[in-house]
């Protein structure tokens, strides 16, 4: 599998970090790869490739959805 480059890595950070924050630019900031995947501009595929990105990705979301079920309904 080709790697992503490192300007691909810092887009998917970056989109990570505003859906995390609660502040997409153009996606209704679901926890998702293809969401985080459109914010960064890149294709599904290549957000798949990130290999490094998407672990932090998917343990920051389990965490995040951990923490929100504790809390219960709004």
């Known amino acids: 599998m080709k790697p992503v ?3 691909t890595e810092q887009a998917l950070s970056e ?6 924050d609660g502040c997409p630019r153009v996606t209704d ?3 998702t790869v293809v969401n985080l995947a459109v914010e960064a501009g890149v294709s599904r595929a290549t957000a798949n490739r990130a290999l490094k ?3 932090v990705f998917r343990k920051a979301g389990s965490e995040s959805r951990v923490r929100r079920d504790a809390e219960g309904p709004p």
Not at 15 to 20: G, I
């Open 29 to 31: 900031s679901r926890l």
């Open 53 to 55: 990105v998407l672990a």
């Open 5 to 7: 480059s490192a300007a």
């Open 15 to 20: 989109a990570m970090a505003r859906l995390f």
